[in-house]
């Protein structure tokens, strides 16, 4: 791995600051970040013009031709327009510099976290394909988002192969390769668009993108490679395995994506001229390799030991926890050494759907007058729906629910189940159904918690992150329900946050990130305590959660998947899921569930 990190100092100077820079799903958030102790001084945040594409190809991109208009897109397709990515270091940096009332001349670095896998495909100089002449019509020319969902064909293929070839890597990641992830994206574009996959040169992470466009040096990032790319002990899956996947598969690695990989925490170069110019910043400044944005977050969080599991809860919920020893844990995303601080198993899980389902569910499932009565009482729709959903003893509803509206991400590593509620009657009403889908969460993290610790990977303590912490009925529900002290990371902006640090690090204040954290790292903000009643209630309701999740999860019926195939058929081109995931740009935002 290439190592950057410039000679550090253990007294970082009162008046150097760094920024952060959070890439969510919708949107891009800068903060400033004192170097001394972590104190955020300043904020800015950019919508991306494009949002996410699910349906229609855009009809203005940067570069290229608009022939892409009217070019809609199949079912499952996430896309996203890599200007819009640039747009946020031109907005959003400076707009955190004026809000903090710095000298920018002060700054001493810049760093980056993103949402992965997110996938872009590029010439040799770093130039996204949909901004060449004659490319803006062509889907695979995108960015590949994260919940780009549509290569689960090839990830079948993928899966199937490695294990008939018992792969030694497979192990590492809970024994499935994702939908989302490199390879089968990467293998999805070969077969859908072999001109475009013939005029890439790069197949690039775009955590790592953006960082070449501030520093104009291309250099992976471990975080990534690791866990996305199926990088492990050094080395990719052989040539043989990808040549039998499709033979002009044979040389991906080679070719499109094996490159240069960077420690987190290093400085993968220094802002270009231009980066200078978009951002406000000075020229010169180290740029940090670049990180995932749930995996930054365990430093902002202080949260680097072992046994500390951080959950990054969003549209979808992200949980990274360090282990002092390998584990093989079915159904995670992956463990990888050094994936989240030097020294330590970094492993990954996650669920596909979170606050996307509540914010599904207030959309499509809430009746007039229950908008009409939040307003009336000065509510959000989901604050009043949480006050509601309070004043019930648990299983009063009478309901369980799976949280599979956007597939399973772990531990059964399926994006094509869907979602469940069970025990409706006539007498059913809104707010029942809302808790029974906060409780499904809940339970699909327990899922997760127990999958480690069955597997030898201790958790000692659960930290939550993202937006949805601000309410405080689901955090108590999670604490009953996975019987862990649960407490919240103090800061709003805990992927910039986190990224701030790895700046720091970067730019030679600190020795490692282990330093910086505790320097810079959020205290906590609440902490609920698991009340003993309520565990031993929802056990029994936890028992039917399993009951059904192996029944519609693990083949004993596959009714999910043949809805799937038969709605398909019946709507070539599109899915239902679209107008879900389209709805998704509220999702993002549904860090308004606050109680």
Known sequence: MQSNTPQF?????ADNYVIGVDYGTLSGRAVVVRVRDGKELGSGVFDYPHAVVTDVL???VAGGSTDGRGVRLPGEWALQVPNDYRDVLRNAVPAAIADAG???????GIATDFTACTMVPVKSDGTPLNELDGFANRPHAYVKLWRHHAAQPQADRINKLAAERREDWLPRYGGLISSEWEFAKGLQLLEEDPAAYAEMDHWVEAADWIVWQLCGKYVRN???AGYKGIYQDGRYPAEDFLAALNPEFADFVSAKLEHTI??????AGYLTAEAAEW????EGIAVAVGNVDAHVTAPAAKAVDPGQLVAIMGTSTCHVMNGTELHEVPGMCGVVDGGIVDGLWGYEAGQSGVGDIFGWFTKYGVPPEYHQAAEAAGLGVHEYLTELASRQAIGEHGLIALDWHSGNRSVLVDHELSGVVVGQTLAT??????????EATAFGTRTIVDAFRDSGVPVKEFIVAGGLLKNKLLMQI?????GLQLSTIGSTQGPALGSAIHAAVAAGKYADIREAAAAMGSEPGEVYIPIPENVAAYEELFKEYRTLHDYFGRGTNDVMHRLKAIQRNATPGLDASDSVQADSDAAERVVEVSA
């Open 58 to 60: 855009p009809q203005d």
């Open 279 to 282: 951002t406000g910043l000075p």
């Open 9 to 13: 100092s253990s007294e970082p100077d």
């Open 102 to 108: 710095i000298d920018p001349a002060a700054v001493v």
């Open 222 to 224: 471990a975080c990534t």
């Open 429 to 438: 009403r809104p707010e029942d159904t809302y808790r029974a889908l906060l």
């Open 478 to 482: 999670y604490a009953d329900i996975t």
């Open 262 to 267: 960077g420690r987190l925490g290093d400085a």
